[in-house]
């Protein structure tokens, strides 16, 4: 780089500021257009003239002659690209759509260059430097975005932990934990230790696991509730493994996983029966109602 | 030296592991154990591990151990108390302890031991009678 070019560049984009950054919106009007609901174009207007005012800023710096950009003239440009492309990914732009919004400066600026300079030598010098500034900040631009979307499924995988492990208690001394979703050694771990937690805190002798929610029983699925299931027996409480489907009763069965050490019933209902007879409790029907089902006194057989 | 203390209660044997326990302890837990059922004859044994919070694979071992011992001089063990923490260590050293028999708290484990204790005296009396 030699120093006219320096001196060309900058200059050259703050006297066609206003064209440059005209036919840069326009641009990018054109080629996100099925995306103006996600965007007004108040605030694209708002956001591109700021990104190059900054950008001239940096170029005028003497940034745009390294292209370097941990150099400190970038600071400014590099805040605003960072932030602009987790708002992006937020508002759910793809992320061709966000790199576009930094690659789309290439062709007016290459414009203005070409009509400026006169010398080849230096044009091609002056585009050199301006593609690799500007695939320097695309680049940039796609890690904010990539980092943005990892950290909401980090935060949402969190989430998930927390809200799907619930441990209900049913009556006293009886505990029943719904599993939903997948079930791998993390939640293993997490549901493990609030079953055992609550059945210290309650005294609890029966804890139910109902798998109804569980998409797939694996082996290694298996192993997680064999194993919750001896932790909770070690404490001194009974396990029922609940909401078995008939086709996971067919993968248990093909897998050769063996869970004749656990009692086993098809619905919640089933369990929660055995707990209560179990317990020397039972329900029984107090007046008869038109409204309650048949089947009810038999679904739960009272007395013990 | 340190010890564990033992004692009765009726048909009974009651151990209360207040101290962290190391290798010779549980040696010597054994030994005065299967002593003391030999001479009291008692039918059942409760051991509070409620205040033990660090175990290891060998402690594990003790505890079956002890179990089955009893079991050959026909007394019941029941383990209780046993913290989240330690039934999640032992699962996960792969030691279920599955000839063991446990309870949340005392209370329940009496209950255990002296039902299973009047069923056994009851089958007893049948087979004198016969």
């Known amino acids: 780089m030699t120093l006219s070019s320096h001196g060309q560049l900058p200059t050259i984009l703050r006297r066609h500021q206003r064209d440059i950054l005209t036919e840069w919106i326009r641009f990018q009007m054109r080629s996100t257009a099925t995306r103006r609901e996600l965007i007004s174009e108040a605030d694209l207007e708002r956001e591109s003239s700021e990104f190059l005012n900054a950008f001239i800023k940096a170029a005028e710096a003497g940034g745009a002659t390294t292209g370097d950009l941990s150099a400190p003239e970038w600071q400014a440009v590099r805040e605003m690209l960072e932030q602009l492309s987790r708002s992006r990914a937020q508002q759910g732009f793809s992320p061709s759509e966000t790199a576009t919004f930094v690659l789309s400066l290439k062709q007016p600026i290459f414009d203005r260059l070409r009509r400026e300079v006169k010398d080849v030598e230096s044009l091609a010098d002056e585009t050199w430097s301006v593609t690799v500034v500007l695939d320097a900040l695309g680049l940039r631009t796609m890690e904010a975005y990539q980092k943005r979307r ?10 998930m932990l927390e809200l799907s492990t619930p441990v209900v208690t049913m009556w006293q001394g009886i505990l029943a934990l719904p599993l939903i979703g997948t079930l791998d050694s993390a939640r293993t771990q997490v549901v493990m230790e609030s079953l055992l937690q609550r059945i210290v805190d309650t005294g609890s002798l029966i804890a139910i696991l109902d798998i109804t929610g569980v998409p797939t029983v694996d082996t290694l699925v298996a192993q997680h509730l064999l194993k ?23 993968t248990i069965v ?25 317990l020397g409790l039972g329900v029984t029907k107090v007046a008869a109602s038109p409204k309650a089902p048949a089947s009810i006194e038999t679904a739960l057989p009272g007395g013990a | 030296m340190e010890r564990i203390p033992i004692l009765k209660m009726g048909r009974f044997l009651l151990v209360s592991i207040q101290v962290d326990m190391h290798d010779q302890l549980a040696m010597q837990l054994q030994d005065d154990l299967t002593q003391r059922i030999a001479d009291t004859g008692a039918h059942g044994v409760l051991i509070d591990i409620s205040s033990l919070e660090i175990v290891d694979s ?28 330690v039934a999640i260590t032992l699962v996960e050293l792969g030691m279920s302890l599955s000839g063991v028999r446990t309870a949340l708290n005392i209370e329940q484990g009496m209950d255990m031991l002296s039902a299973s204790a009047d069923t056994a005296a009851e089958r007893g009396n049948v087979h004198v009678a016969n």
């Open chain 2, 58 to 85: 060998f402690i594990g071992r003790m505890l079956g151990n002890i179990a089955a011992m009893s079991r050959v001089l026909d007394a019941q063990t029941v383990v209780v108390g046993m913290r989240p923490a």
């Open chain 1, 150 to 159: 990892e950290d909401i499924i980090t935060q949402q995988q969190q989430e």
């Open chain 1, 254 to 278: 093909h897998l050769g996983v063996d869970l004749n050490s656990v009692t086993t019933k098809a619905t919640l209902a089933d369990a929660f029966a055995v707990a209560m007879k179990r």
């Open chain 1, 228 to 250: 919750t299931v001896a932790a909770a027996r070690l404490m001194g409480a009974d396990c029922i493994i609940s909401g078995i489907r008939p086709q996971i009763a067919q």
